[in-house]
């Protein structure tokens, strides 16, 4: 008579269990997942549920067999139980840009990350928000063979990408503040207090108020735009108009000149450094003098910025901190795991030598 196979404490049936073999003399072998259901006497899929906290176990089973993970230390491969799901060994990042330094160094914070992970990397670049480029890269990563899927959404392009993904698509995105997503892991830096703290820093130098050169993702409530005009506010200050720029410098440099004609000009707030230095340029132009005549302060914190003449005073942002925790939440989602706590470094205002206090 054949003897009956032992069974889970969850129902399932599985092998007689057996001691663990000792790794072999001068070799260290990682315990498995195997070697955890042998030990603890249950299936590999009760294991794998009980990682995955299923409620489809038993408090007993549950105990057992995380009593067996410690003991022999085991930790789990996150890939490999990612690819569970069918996905391919890999992320795909969508972005509109791969040149913008804040769109860069988060896409390298991705890659570090990635690498640690064993992880390949793709990149598939949104030409616009146009509805027919929106959908190609929407169908384009929403084939397995993109694996998780990770959206810069810092503008148009990529917010609306991310809001045509299908629910079902592993996916993590990188945001501006203040931009609604539901249903999705979505990491941002806290750009408001930042800004607010860079305007504030121009009125306590005696500036009765502070111009904003905005950056084409600024919308109504991001957070660079909605910090200037906060602190403005708490400070009684007028709120001057907000000057337009897109992501090129010309147009920095024409809403550069606009505001070098205009005497009331003291203070400036850029939405980020490139557009700093092409309003630099066309203040010099003007024969304006940074600072004595006007003050600037940037965004972004690019490293070349402590050499510009005069030291750029700037708001330095943890881009590749937010790339590498995007990847984290996208493993998350592919492992059916809780979303690990975010610690990013928060924005700081760097002072430098392009703010001083208005002469007289």
Known sequence: MTPARPTDHDGGVNETPVEVPSPRPGRETAPSIRDVAAAAGV??????????????????????????????????????????????????????????????????????????????????????????????????????????????????AGIAVLRALPDSLPAAAAIEPGVPVVGRPAICLDEQQASAEATRHLLALGHRTVHHVAIPSESEHSGRLAGWRRALDEAGAAVPPVVPAGWDVRSAYEAGRVLAADP?????????????????????????????????????????????????????????????????????????????????TPPRLVVRESTAPPRG
């Not at 067996?68 to 391919?88: F, Q």
């Not at 203040?283 to 940037?298: T, W, Y």
């Open 264 to 344: 009331g000009v003291t203070a400036i707030l850029c939405g980020n450094d490139d557009i700093a230095l092409a309003v630099r340029r066309a203040l010099f132009e003007a024969g304006k003098d940074v600072p004595g005549d006007v003050s600037i302060v940037g965004f972004d914190g690019v490293p070349g910025s402590k050499y510009w003449t005069p030291a750029l005073t700037t708001v330095e942002m943890d881009f590749a901190g937010l790339g590498r925790a995007t990847v984290a939440a996208v493993l998350a989602e592919l492992a059916g795991e809780p979303q690990p706590a975010v610690s990013l």
């Open 43 to 156: 299936s590999r899929q009760t294991v794998s549920r009980v990682l995955n906290a299923s409620p489809k176990v038993s408090a007993e089973t549950r105990r057992t067999v995380m009593e067996v993970i410690e003991r022999l230390r085991y930790r789990p491969n996150r890939v490999a139980r990612a690819l569970g799901t069918g996905r391919a060994r890999g992320v795909t990042v969508v972005t509109s840009d791969t040149m913008l330094y804040g769109y860069a160094s988060t896409l390298q914070g991705i890659e570090e990350a990635a690498r640690v992970e064993g992880l390949a990397v793709g990149v598939r670049v949104i030409e616009s928000d146009r509805d027919i480029d929106v959908r190609n890269a929407a169908d384009y990563v929403s084939d397995p063979s993109a694996g998780g899927v990770i959206v810069i959404a810092f503008d148009a």
